[in-house]
């Protein structure tokens, strides 16, 4: 599988996180919009050792088109330092109405922002 052109992009706001108890990752509830899928609601779970520059990341979100319809998506991928409080995070990610794309992005914890491309993946 290759990563190919862009298909647009999304810009997502954090609107609150829980850590795990066992201090080996974070669930961060992000809200926004994305290219093609309106009005996009979701949760990012990273995962990692207390400490860690990296790690694995997900995705479980629903989307709200324009158009009335509502797709969910989940995706897998990793996450690691690119900056001072930056993330970059890359996933693989299906829908069910049957898309599968790769997203490649930053999320900045300073901002409480989660922006990036969204990439054919075929």
Known sequence: MAI?????EYQLKSTGTRYNE???GAAVDLD???TGFGTVLGTLIVRAEPG????SASWRGQS????G???AATGEGTWED???????????????NGQTFATDGVLDLG????????LDWS
């Open 4 to 8: 190919g052109k862009e298909l647009g």
């Open 22 to 24: 066992d201090g080996g």
């Open 32 to 34: 926004g919009t994305a």
């Open 52 to 55: 860690a520059t990296g790690g």
């Open 64 to 67: 709200f088109l324009d158009n």
């Open 69 to 71: 319809e509502r797709s």
């Open 82 to 96: 690119c900056g001072t409080n930056q993330w970059r995070v890359r996933l693989i990610v299906s829908t069910t």
């Open 111 to 118: 901002s409480r922002s989660m922006n990036g491309k969204l």
